[in-house]
């Protein structure tokens, strides 16, 4: 790909924890939404991204399903994924200048999953959630229904 002139834009490449950055440089950062169709559903791949440097900050997959395969899914959308990205940052602990996490961006993305649902006449989100992670979404009222957490909305 490099030697035909090209860039590889793979989630991988533009994550912002791979990326080497001038100390305080400040990013362009922007919400931005991809919809498209996929396995009879809507996605709606949101995202926090500097698009000038091709820099990804964070990203969560909502689904609109066509017909969910299980009761707790009924009338719900579905969060697959929410990465926000750079080194961890342990629970509880404050981010330094060089990491993303604990910044906020997950509970924003996450909140915009939810008003993207809401406007599309979703009275329910479910989120696809190991058990490690079950706290994080507990912070924002979402309860253990079977294998997802979910809330209304």
């Known amino acids: 790909l490099l030697e035909m002139g090209g860039k590889c834009r793979c989630i991988r490449c533009r994550?912002?924890?791979?990326?080497?950055?001038?100390?305080?440089?400040?990013?362009?950062?922007?919400?931005?939404?991809?919809?498209?169709?996929?396995?009879?559903?809507?996605?709606?791949?949101?995202?926090?991204?500097?698009?000038q440097r091709d820099i990804l900050i964070g990203f969560i997959r909502l689904r609109f399903p066509h017909a969910p395969h299980r009761q707790e899914l009924?009338?719900?959308?579905?969060?697959?994924?929410?990465h926000v990205y750079g080194s961890m940052v342990a629970p509880g602990e404050s981010a330094g200048a060089a990491?993303?996490?604990h910044r906020g961006y997950g509970e924003e993305?996450?909140?915009?999953?939810?008003?993207?649902?809401r406007s599309a006449g979703?009275?329910?989100?479910?989120?696809?959630?190991?058990?490690?992670?079950?706290?994080?979404?507990?912070?924002?009222g979402y309860e253990?229904?079977?294998p997802y957490m979910t809330t209304r909305i």
């Not at 924890?17 to 922007?30: C, Q, S, T």
């Not at 009924?74 to 929410?82: E, W």
């Open 15 to 51: 994550e912002v924890g791979h990326r080497k950055l001038p100390a305080n440089e400040p990013l362009d950062i922007e919400l931005t939404t991809e919809k498209y169709e996929a396995c009879g559903g809507l996605e709606h791949f949101i995202s926090f991204e500097d698009a």
């Open 74 to 82: 009924t009338g719900a959308a579905l969060v697959r994924d929410l």
């Open 99 to 101: 990491q993303w996490q």
């Open 109 to 117: 993305l996450l909140s915009q999953a939810e008003e993207t649902a």
């Open 122 to 140: 979703y009275g329910k989100v479910a989120v696809i959630s190991g058990i490690g992670v079950r706290d994080y979404y507990r912070k924002f």
């Open 144 to 146: 253990r229904e079977g």
